[in-house]
């Protein structure tokens, strides 16, 4: 079974899945309909987040607001390992500007996109274990700075 889901990852995500996202997001401008983006604008934070700031991860009902039908929120997806921090105190790595996308090879910009100290991935359903250690990538939206 995970080889079938290996097999089909690629053309399901570089063809269907962005084919069905393009199409969500054209309806929805069509219809105005742009509570997701609502939710998201709500949570975004006034202060940006530097490396050592102490965060709180926003609950699961906070984050789940913020995310579309693909559990992404501005193409960032929130994987279903990262419910488990939910609620919890960490400390921002520090905020990425850019990162290798893999996919297509390309360094891509970000923004908005938080690495927090030893949270990684290690991992996919579909895939399986990995032992890679990469970080895992939290939109602002989803962190709340916690002041002392």
């Known amino acids: 079974m995970g080889s079938v889901k290996r097999l089909l990852a690629v053309p399901w ?19 105005g309909d742009s509570a997701q983006l609502t939710a998201a604008k709500d949570l975004a934070p006034a202060i940006p987040f530097v490396q050592g700031d102490l965060v709180r991860v926003r609950s699961r009902e906070e984050i789940f607001s913020t995310l579309d039908p693909f559990k992404e929120l501005k193409g ?7 419910y488990q921090y939910c609620g919890t105190e960490q400390r ?5 500007r850019h990162f290798m996308d893999e996919r297509d090879y390309k360094l891509k910009k970000a923004r908005g ?15 399986g274990e990995c032992d890679r250690c990469c ?6 939206e989803w962190l709340e700075k916690i002041t002392k």
């Not at 960032?76 to 990262?82: K, V, Y």
Request: with cysteine; glycine share 4%.
């Open 92 to 96: 921002v790595l520090r905020s990425m």
């Open 13 to 31: 995500n570089r063809h269907v899945k962005k084919g069905l996202k393009q199409a969500y997001y054209i309806s929805n401008r069509l219809r």
């Open 113 to 127: 996109v938080i690495l927090l100290e030893n949270i990684i991935c290690n991992g996919t359903p579909a895939f």
């Open 135 to 140: 970080f895992l990538f939290w939109r602002e």
């Open 76 to 82: 960032c997806a929130f994987l279903p390992d990262m």
